[in-house]
């Protein structure tokens, strides 16, 4: 263990500790459950190259399955399938790039609540542009 020292008002320190410590010893280069001392300085997980490709391939073939079915005559169900792909693929995007699925729950439901909101901008959107009566004026 590192040597004592005593400072110009009294306290004393440890002279070159192998890790920072506060007043009373404790080292605060430990990393606690709740991370109550730094909690900007929280552990990351880490995410392989692999499963940086593996999604990158489901985003591809999700790219390809969109312009596959554009020339499928589904009727009036070719634009809800191909909206179905997109939004998959953006929750692959959220999940994996952007690191939400190793977030907080805080991080989560802020993301969450983001869409909420935008859902309920879109629903109001379009109920507006339904309920005008076209062709009356």
Known sequence: MSDLKT????????????HPVD?????????????????????????????????????MVGTLAT??????????FNAPVAIGIACTKAAFVVLFFMHVKYSSRLVKLTVISGFFTFLV???????????RAWGQW
């Open 67 to 76: 312009w596959a079915i554009a020339y499928v005559p589904l009727g009036p």
């Open 121 to 131: 901008l879109v629903i109001m959107s379009l109920s507006d542009y339904i309920s």
């Open 7 to 18: 400072t110009g008002n009294g306290e004393q320190v440890i002279a070159n500790p192998a």
């Open 23 to 59: 007043r009373e010893g404790a080292n605060l280069d430990v990393h606690d459950a709740a991370n109550v001392n730094n909690p900007e300085h929280v552990a990351h997980h880490i995410v392989s190259p692999l499963m940086y490709l593996t999604i990158f391939g489901v985003l």
